[in-house]
């Protein structure tokens, strides 16, 4: 069914493509009732509470997909668990130039260098305050700081904290970006003694303001599967996190490298710069999942992300030790019924190695 469909949505930019489906998403979304009926999986042996979070379903929608919150009724009704919003930042943005987001149809991928277009913390969290009052689902709100290269030091350490201020009081989880590969002045907070700044200052706000919001740290993923903390630094990450309180990891976002690729290297060399997604991802995140679990000996949640497209990849991530899912390529190339058919497919999968509950798979294969 979906063939049809994404034979005309890949005729088109792919940015201007997911503009479209936000729009049809944002026009069908009062018959989510309906959607909902042939879309949700709902069974006890998926549902889990998740750093403090209830999550009905494990799958759910990636950050980038829906950067202003615009449609989240309608990944609800679609059967995603939970969905992530933003990034947001504290400035709305127009990001960069277009295009910027690109297809590598041979390698089912994804290259984008969006730069954090966004309508800005304030706007965005009027729409999360008023989906929160519905219960609609968990919502996450994915945070980054303002795309501007001036905004370095202190000011970025504000920057992040002003989203946080508007944003955490309507949402389920905060997601701190620290690794988004799209901004002129580079991932300035996956240096550890700057992440340790940014963590505290968080962390000192949420007191303050008095929230028991969860704080997720969303991670890069490492060049390969067997180049993982090279420098010793992610190790350090992870340590500080820990030590800081946070709730989790979400592993991984885009890479900023053009490891892996079979597509025309001509073709992938004039699309330029921009973050890696999709199936070359694959086992480089799970590789992530896998020593996040390890470091951590299963004690921080993990959310496993990059290059999930059926039952099989995201099972593999669940037995690397993630506890939650997220997909976002895997939804372009596949369609709609991929939630569905994942959902089903990791039912399948625990009956087959008698498990009672999901939960017991997670981290089998980590060790
Ligand atoms: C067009 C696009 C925009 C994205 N924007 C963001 C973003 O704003 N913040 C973020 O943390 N991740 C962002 N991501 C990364 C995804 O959330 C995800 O981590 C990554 O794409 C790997 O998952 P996938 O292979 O299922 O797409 C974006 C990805 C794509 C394809």
Redesign the pocket.
């Known amino acids: 069914m979906y063939d049809r469909l994404k034979r005309v949505l890949f005729a088109m930019d792919a940015e201007d493509a997911h503009t479209w489906v936000l729009r049809g998403a944002r026009m069908v979304q009062p018959w989510r009732a309906l959607w909902r009926q042939a879309f949700a999986v709902r069974d006890p042996r998926l549902a889990q509470k998740v750093g403090g979070v209830s999550f009905s379903t494990p799958l759910g929608l990636?950050?980038?997909a829906d950067?202003n919150a615009e449609a989240v009724d309608f990944w609800f009704a679609l059967g995603f668990g939970f969905v992530e919003v933003?990034?947001i930042t504290a400035r709305p943005s127009a990001g960069n130039p277009k295009p910027r987001?690109f297809r590598l149809i041979e390698d089912r991928a994804?290259i984008?260098r969006?730069g954090?277009n966004n309508d800005g913390a304030e706007r965005i969290a009027q729409r999360l305050r008023q989906l929160k009052q519905r219960s609609i689902g968990p919502i996450g709100a994915?945070l980054?700081k303002t795309h501007d290269p001036q905004i370095l030091g202190d000011a970025a350490i504000e920057d992040f904290v002003q989203s946080f201020r508007w944003v955490a009081p309507h949402t389920d989880y905060i997601?701190l970006?620290v690794s988004?590969p799209n901004t002129a002045e580079g991932k300035t907070f996956e240096d550890p003694e700057a992440f340790a700044t940014l963590l505290a200052a968080i962390q000192q706000e949420k007191a303050r303001m008095g929230l028991g919001t969860p704080i997720w740290v969303?991670l890069s993923p490492p060049q390969a599967s067997s180049h993982l903390d090279i420098d010793g630094r992610l190790g350090e990450i992870v340590d500080l996190g820990r030590a800081g309180g946070i709730a989790g990891w979400i592993a991984?976002?885009?890479a900023p490298d053009r490891a892996g690729l079979s597509s025309d290297p001509t073709l992938v060399a004039s699309i330029g710069r921009g973050?890696l997604?999709?199936r070359p991802?694959t086992q480089r995140s799970t590789a992530l999942v896998r020593y996040l679990y390890r470091r951590g000996e299963g004690k921080l949640p993990i959310i496993g992300?990059?290059?999930?497209f059926d039952a099989d990849d995201a099972y593999e991530k669940i037995l690397a030790g993630a506890s939650l899912l997220?997909?976002?390529?895997?939804l372009v190339y596949e369609g709609p019924f991929v939630i569905k058919r994942i959902h089903r497919g990791l039912l399948r999968l625990i009956e087959r190695d008698r498990w009672g509950h999901l939960s017991q798979a997670v981290g089998y294969r980590a060790m």
């Open positions: 990636a950050a980038g950067k933003g990034a987001a994804l984008n969006m954090l994915n980054a997601a970006n988004c969303k991984s976002n885009t973050g997604s999709g991802l992300v990059g290059g999930i997220q997909m976002y390529t895997g």
